[in-house]
């Protein structure tokens, strides 16, 4: 079965701090993996996703595909890193749907 | 670039009303656009794919004749909310996909519309 594990509802930590938010998935074959981001009120909007290897806003995640893991990390969290943050699996075949997981709230605190 | 809205933002109907939302990617063609629901503090609920010129594909447990989608041109799907009772009342998204360039198969969303049904 093809899905996505946030284990974590809640992150909270201080301004400064490092951040890493969990990502677990289970997919037969090679995995395309998004996160998305969704800041208070507005809508969601695409962070990174592994095949750019790209590091956004400080962000980066690293497809590990011997922990079927994708965790997204920072070394210093900002303020305004406070949202909502969503991992996402691309379910390749027919349309290839989004498959997304529960979702984690990050707050930084000042 | 890359940009999608969706009409009405929020809505406030009788129960037993009909209700449309339309989902507009403004600035790139779609032919497969997806309808989500939310609900308060969880995560998107995948309701049905919606392919341009064709039947949309519904996810298990979503009723077809519930939630019509039609998506009559390559920038525009339409959600409409048949017979509407208050437990439909939820925050809507949809999101276009992609079809090519470096975006290929990335996602973009609509700001969501709120559907309160008294």
């Known amino acids: 079965a093809q899905r996505v594990t946030q284990p974590e509802k809640l992150l909270s930590v201080f301004k400064g701090a490092p951040v890493e938010l969990k990502c677990n998935y289970s997919?037969?074959?090679?995995?395309?993996l998004f996160w998305y981001v969704q800041y208070s009120r507005q809508r969601l909007q695409l962070l990174l996703r592994?095949?750019s290897r790209e590091s956004i806003k400080g962000f980066t995640a690293d497809l590990n595909k011997g922990e079927t893991s994708f965790h997204l990390k920072k070394p210093f969290a900002q303020e305004e890193d406070s949202a909502m943050y969503y991992c996402?699996?691309?379910?390749?075949?027919?349309?290839?749907?989004?498959?997304f997981g529960a979702g984690t709230r990050l707050a930084v605190h000042p | 670039g890359a940009v999608v809205s969706q009409h009405p933002s929020w809505v406030i109907c009788k129960s037993g009303t009909s209700v449309k939302i339309e989902c507009r990617s403004l600035?790139?063609?779609?032919?497969?656009m997806f309808w989500y629901r939310q609900f308060p503090k969880q995560s998107l609920m995948l309701m049905a794919t919606?392919?341009?010129?064709?039947?949309?594909?519904?996810e298990q447990g979503v009723e077809k004749d519930k939630f019509l989608i039609n998506h009559a041109s390559l920038t525009l799907s339409t959600l409409t909310v048949t017979s509407a009772h208050p437990e439909d009342s939820s925050f809507y998204i949809c999101?276009?996909?992609?079809?090519?360039?470096?975006?290929?198969?990335?996602?973009?969303f609509g700001p969501g519309t709120r559907l309160t049904v008294l």
């Open positions: 999101s276009a996909r992609a079809q090519r360039g470096v975006s290929y198969n990335e996602q973009f």
């Open positions: 997919y037969s074959g090679s995995p395309e």
């Open positions: 592994h095949i």
């Open positions: 996402a699996l691309l379910s390749v075949g027919g349309y290839n749907k989004l498959i």
């Open positions: 600035d790139f063609q779609a032919t497969t």
């Open positions: 919606s392919n341009e010129g064709s039947k949309a594909t519904y």
